[in-house]
């Protein structure tokens, strides 16, 4: 699992205007953007990339081509609402040349925990040889993972480790001390607790923040590795002003606009704004504008 280590960039995907598919040609284009701004990979089709909105065929389209464009290691979001369809989209991945994939439990329903494991073990019994396996635990979207379930999928030695997006960091500091005794991969996939699961064992991120500014995240993950405190903490906090203003808008908006501000096309948002909404997002452009600059300076290597 070498190939997921550090800040993985979790992607928007792009939209075409009045049209429910991904725009493939700006698509092609951020990643080029991401890829050359100090991440270590990329993740497609995430809950950020808001892989519910498109088909199957157009989630392994965009996969080809990405996988194809990318200089750096690819992850893909396999995530479906069934097992076959959750093994098509990793079939396809894995025949495009995937470096991992994720796979959250199936999502819209809640399942209990036995069930959970049973859908785990199927998939990974009934696709075989494939890129290393990461349980996606995103309890907002799909039903949690609990820490045993993970512990028990993680020995069957069928899947590599997980992408926890809960942002609870006990939860976090549990499976910490289970990896030093028997290693696996434990990303953290809930930007603000980066810096604390990154400084206390954690592998790295997937970072949505990641997806817009690079820079930023690759400079503190640089800051923390480093041991230089004092721009740790300042990049830290610059990442929490960011994320007090994503939460303030519609899932991925804030992303979007940022990429937009700077220059990268990043299509419209799937679900229109209210007039408070449309005031905020007006309020966010202004405030990137002059927040932006601090942010890249900041950012750069000694």
Sequence with gaps: MASVQGVHAALVTPRRPNANEADLAAALELVD??????????????????????????????????????????????????????????????????????????????????????????????????????LYNIPTVSTAIHFE????????????????????????????????????????????????????????????????????????????RLGEEVKRDRLTARLLEFLAWCERLPPSLALKEALTKRGVKAGPPAVPLAPEGRSRLEQFREWFGGWLPGVLTESKGA
Excluded: C, W
């Design 33 to 134: 953007f991401v890829a050359g701004r100090g991440v270590d990979g990329i993740v497609l089709l995430g809950t950020t990339g808001e892989f519910v909105h498109l088909d199957v065929a157009d989630r392994l389209r965009l996969t080809q081509f990405a996988i194809k464009r990318s200089r750096l290691p690819v992850t893909v979001n396999v995530s479906h609402s069934s097992l076959e369809g959750a093994l098509a989209l990793a079939r396809g991945a894995a025949s495009f040349g995937a470096s991992a994939l994720l796979l959250m439990p199936p999502y819209f329903f809640r399942y209990s925990q036995e069930e959970i494991e049973e859908f785990y073990l199927r998939f990974a019994k009934e696709l075989g040889p494939a890129p290393p396996l990461l």
């Design 149 to 224: 379930t993970v512990m028990r999928l993680v020995a069957t030695g069928a899947y590599a480790g997980i992408k926890d997006s809960s942002g609870r960091i006990e939860d976090f500091r549990k499976m910490l001390a289970v990896k030093r005794q028997a290693p696996f991969t434990l990303l953290a996939g809930a930007d603000a607790i980066f810096p604390e699961t990154r400084a206390e064992g954690g592998d790295g991120v997937v970072s949505g923040v990641a997806g817009a500014l690079p820079e930023l995240m690759a400079g503190l993950d640089r800051a923390i």
